[in-house]
């Protein structure tokens, strides 16, 4: 049989989510260690804009944590903790 049907989770953790530009830049500050009130003002938006995109990269990537959010985009490679990003 092939190997995503004895390993359904494999294939499932693989999948990457296709993100929005605000998604992805939420995603890299959250990576820098940023908390959602200095993402606010970085990104010159409200704290709830930014709950808002967590809460749908948490739906895309089927996480129920920052924390399984944050192992999972790291194993995508779709953030870097070590790239600042300056803006």
């Known amino acids: 049989p092939p190997r995503s049907t004895l390993f359904p989770y494999t294939t499932l953790f693989r999948s990457k989510p296709v993100l929005s530009m605000r998604e992805s830049e939420v995603l890299q ?18 704290v709830r804009t930014v709950r808002k995109h967590l809460y ?27 790239k600042l990003l300056l803006k």
């Open 29 to 46: 500050y959250l990576a820098n260690g940023l908390s959602p009130d200095q993402i606010a003002l970085k990104l010159n938006i409200k």
């Open 56 to 82: 749908h990269l948490e739906e895309k990537f089927k996480t129920g944590s920052r924390d399984q959010l944050m192992a999972r985009a790291g194993y995508l490679k779709l953030c870097d903790p070590y």
